[in-house]
């Protein structure tokens, strides 16, 4: 560049060495500021620069951070835990740190899908689990649990309880009240946002009595005769009478002409006598809307009002009333619907 300059200089000009020389000299100073200048302002703008992209990050930073980010964050999370939480009451406030409140005293209801494998029985996963077979019967809504089948899908609790229907006459405060719970705790455990999701209700850590889970587990009556041969299920058959399909309302069992007959179940005697078609026969009242019916009896054993046990001698086998032949018609009431004896008579 500098040679170049020169031989410009030399061509066009001619001025003598020393004008030529301080020519130069001035050129060259000349040249020099120019580039202190301009490196200056290279700086200057560099500099600024940097000053202006991080005014810019800041803002962007300011904006987004303060202004938008934030605002949704929140409102995000207060919905889900507002999804959540039950209602707390003002006390409560300081235990807000999660979804639920640090110091409650039971885990909220959660289940576990089981399908059900060759060989299982309720109570062979009820000891799997740990958890009480009348638990997971009642929670399943299992009819027959001798009758389970194969594939068929259970839900297993994480815990032991209880579970009531929930009804107009069996409110969420009467069942808290009942099992002595706070209302709240109860929604808690059940996962119950509103009250008004409410149809079935999971008491935590509450027992069956006896009855119940007999009742549950279908072993609460006992085969009220000893031996015999079963004529006719409960259901649908041809009428031995009018040949026509009817509806069987228990089981039949042909039997010797007075065979003893037994109560299948505790309680009390509420009929012993005749009726049309089912001759002699007896009806005990059981617990929990349950009566249980005796039929075609050649012989009555107990009369009206009479408490009775399981296993006590009732009566005798007979062909009274609409009857083909000796023997014992079975029939079992729940709330006055007749239902299969064999699933909850224990044979
Ligand atoms: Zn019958």
Redesign the pocket.
């Known amino acids: 560049m500098k040679n170049y300059d020169i031989d410009i200089y030399k061509m066009n000009r001619l001025p003598n060495y020393y004008n030529r020389n301080n020519y130069e000299i001035n050129r060259l100073n000349q040249k020099r500021k120019t580039k202190k200048s301009n490196l200056t302002g290279y700086f200057v703008f560099i500099i600024m620069l940097l000053m202006l992209s991080i005014g810019a990050i800041g803002l962007t930073i300011f904006v987004l951070g303060s202004d938008q980010k934030a605002p949704l964050l929140q409102s995000r999370t207060y919905a889900s835990v507002e999804k959540m939480q039950v209602k707390l009451s003002e006390d409560d406030q300081m235990g807000v740190g999660g979804a639920y409140l640090p110091e409650s005293k039971t885990t909220p209801l959660s289940t576990l899908d089981y399908y059900i494998k060759r060989g299982d029985s309720i109570h062979s996963i009820a000891r799997r689990f740990g958890i009480d077979e009348a638990t997971i019967i009642k929670l399943n809504d299992i009819k027959i649990p001798s009758k389970i089948v194969r594939g068929q899908k259970i839900l297993i609790p994480n815990q032991n309880g209880i579970q009531e229907e929930v009804t107009r006459r069996n409110s969420l405060d009467q069942i808290a009240k009942k099992y002595d719970m706070d209302k709240e705790e109860l929604m808690r455990v059940n996962n119950l946002v509103s009250e008004r999701d409410a149809d079935k209700i999971f008491i935590p850590g509450m027992k069956y009595d006896g009855v119940s889970k007999q009742l549950l587990l279908g072993e609460y009556f006992t085969r009220p005769i000893r031996g015999g041969r079963f004529t ?1 299920m409960f259901g649908y058959r041809v009428d031995p009478f009018t040949k026509k399909k009817s509806c ?5 069992i042909a039997h010797r002409m007075g065979t003893k007959v037994y109560a299948a179940a505790p309680g009390k005697v509420i009929f012993a006598g005749t009726g049309n078609d089912y001759g002699n026969f007896i009806r005990i009242q059981h617990t929990s809307g349950y009566v249980s019916y005796y ?2 009896l050649s012989k009555i054993n107990v009369k009206k009002g009479d408490w009775v046990s399981t296993g006590t001698y009732i009566g005798q086998v007979g062909s009274t009333g609409r ?1 083909t032949g000796p ?1 014992l ?3 079992i009431r729940k709330d006055n619907v007749r239902i299969n004896p064999m699933t909850v008579t224990v044979w």
């Not at 069987?248 to 039949?252: A, I, L, P, Q």
């Open positions: 006719s069987h309302t228990g089981v039949d039929a075609h009857s023997h018609h079975y029939e």
